[in-house]
């Protein structure tokens, strides 16, 4: 199986900063690579798809970027609805696997 | 609007078997598949297994096997997910999620999740 090291686990930053968060493979995937955002109590919402694809009606201050083994989902300017956990996933074979998720706070 | 609606919440005793289902709508779900996911408290995502919308085909995760059937009924547009000799541990929030994009495995909408509840 693959598996997706994502990192942080958790960050704390101020509204209208830039968030980055990296989730690593553990073997090549090309771009197979999802995004998701999860809310208490919801369920995940895919942002991204294929590494850098916005998903449709998702905002723009949203963005990934990479390939191989090595991903970045960026906040351009985090705002107070963007508090939330973020995951990534990757769909290069069987099994899908999620990264751990990185749980997103205000500062 | 597509809307995947589940099943309300369970309580099921050890060794007991629980089917969760899914009735998917505003798409035709033959021209999909479905993935399962999991989701214990306070944890991560876990991929269960997927089924094909279109020949009702079923792949599972190797962790699940033997123990997890998935099926549909295109009849009423309704996946299911049963999984039996519920331990403990199987408590956990289940998704029922459309496979779309081209691949089919970007996980596009998702159910409003079935807590499942294993205790004694």
């Known amino acids: 199986d693959i598996q997706m090291t994502q990192s942080p686990s958790s960050l704390s930053a101020s509204v209208g900063d830039r968030v980055t968060i990296t989730c690593q493979a553990s073997?090549?995937?090309?771009?197979?690579l999802n995004w998701y955002q999860q809310k208490p109590g919801k369920a995940p919402k895919l942002l991204i798809y294929?590494?850098?694809n916005l998903e449709t009606g998702v905002t723009s201050r949203f963005s990934g970027s990479g390939s191989g083994t090595d991903f970045t989902f960026t906040i351009s300017s985090l705002q107070p609805e963007d508090i939330a956990t973020y995951y990534c996933?990757?769909?290069?074979?069987?099994?899908?696997?999620f990264g751990g998720g990185t749980k997103v706070e205000i500062k | 609007q597509v809307q995947m609606v589940q099943s309300g919440a369970e309580v099921k005793k050890p060794g007991a078997s629980v089917k969760v289902s899914c009735k998917a709508s505003g798409y035709t779900l033959t021209s999909y598949n479905i993935s399962w996911v999991r989701q214990a408290p306070g944890q991560g995502l876990e991929w269960m297994g997927w089924i094909s919308g279109y020949n009702g085909k079923a792949s599972y995760a190797l962790k699940f096997q033997g123990r997890v059937t998935m099926t549909t009924d295109t009849s009423t547009s309704t996946a299911y997910l049963e999984l039996r000799s519920l331990r403990s541990d199987d408590t956990a929030v289940y998704y029922c999620?459309?496979?779309?994009?081209?691949?089919?495995?970007?996980?596009?909408?998702w159910g409003q999740g079935t807590l499942v509840t294993v205790s004694s």
């Open positions: 999620a459309r496979g779309g994009g081209v691949s089919g495995w970007c996980l596009d909408y």
């Open positions: 996933q990757h769909y290069d074979n069987l099994p899908l696997t």
């Open positions: 073997q090549d995937i090309n771009i197979y």
């Open positions: 294929d590494a850098s």
